[in-house]
């Protein structure tokens, strides 16, 4: 059931009114009104104009690695570095081919996205490597740009009628961090799978998860809420259509190389396997003020399969369901909380989870805040060549990690609020709606292994209305 923009969404009032209401724009364009689909893809398209404008001063002078100008002038970018660092820029193969340089450390599907993107880059570039480093990096950034528009369409079909799609196309750090990396790639595929999970198509979920885990390992991790909810309402034929399906488009991009460069597709696992605590996690922290911790590993793997759990106990006995996109987004969070390494970029993963699971605009505004601060004082952090432990500009760095954790803890509490207050959860609209993501879960009643676990116990239950089960 629709809400009257004008009534309760600033966003909508301003869409309506500057941009084509009864008497506006779209009167003498001849069309009924705008979307919030229309208004995501503009602003989409104006917060990508500002993170291309927030990089001049680095594409101008071609992103040297000289005196940390990159990090100084905050206009910081993968892309270009990788393209010279890689062998893009001397025509070799990701993967197959190898050279005086580092092997590729992504996912198959993104360094696919890379290798096709340097193609082009070689027939419309510069021979100079610097300046064809630059039109890579405005290539990508079409490329992204495309990947944030599909996200920006896929949230607009699952909540047709509501302008939270607007939590993803006006956020900050889209203009700010869209184009440090290929994360958008896997963030577009996730996004499109809650979108036809949404329509109840488990099957072609599955392939968008698998290709998105092709791209970046972090969709994988939905596949447990997913579990969670299948078990909850007794659906658990569909999870396994949409595990195996997965398992399918992943082995369908990445066996070829599994088969022909086994040692070059193993560097992204192993790379990461290796890695110690790194910038942005609360593990780097400890170690700048002179306690580091032996293991992280195993502890961080640990910290977050005890979150899982939590996840999963809160899954199964809350009083009502929780939506699928709060699941989702608790666990994304969780990861990223205990995770080796936070870069700033990882901030796009929980873009369109947050927009599902809690649209609220305060709450968006407090955490894109600390996601700010924390993308500012890593380039300024770096840009000071990493500043001696315990040094002022060194405990500022800290500060602005212990932000960004308490910012993502901050939207983890409202969400879990929201779970066992559904009445006050905004997307189910006091019982209206049960959720727009559920798919098959949507208005599922509870299985017979719920109760059977839960015994005799008995919770109360927020009353749906128009039809939605208790």
Known sequence: MS????????????ATTWLGGPIGLHARLGVSRWTPLAVAFMVTTAMFVVGVLQKVPCHTEGWPRENGFAFSHLCYTDVPYLYRERGFSEGHLAYLDSGNYPPLEY????????????????AVGSVDAVRASVTYFDLTVVVLFAFALLTAWALGRITPHRYDV????????LALAGTINWDLVAVALTTCALLTWSRSRPFATGILLGLGVAAKFYPILLLGPLLVLALRSGKLRLWGVTALSALAAWLVVNLPLMLLAEDSWKVFWTFNTERAGDFGSIWYVLGLAGHPVSGVNAISLGLFALACVGVAALGILAPYRPRLAQLAFLTVAAFLLVNKVYSPQYVLWL???????????RDWAIWQAGEVIYWVAIWLHLAGGMAPAGSGADRLYWLAVGIRIATTLYL???VIRDIFQPSGDVVREGGLVDDPTGGPFDRARDADLRRRLLGARQFARVPLREGVAP
């Open 166 to 173: 607007m939590l993803f196309a006006a956020a900050p750090v």
């Open 3 to 14: 809400r009257s923009p004008s009534r309760e969404d600033p966003l909508a009032r301003l």
């Open 412 to 414: 983890c509490v409202m």
């Open 107 to 122: 996912p198959v599907l993104t360094g696919a996205v890379m290798q096709v993107t340097a193609w082009v880059t070689q």
């Open 351 to 361: 873009l369109p989870l947050v927009a599902l699971a809690r649209p609220n605009w």
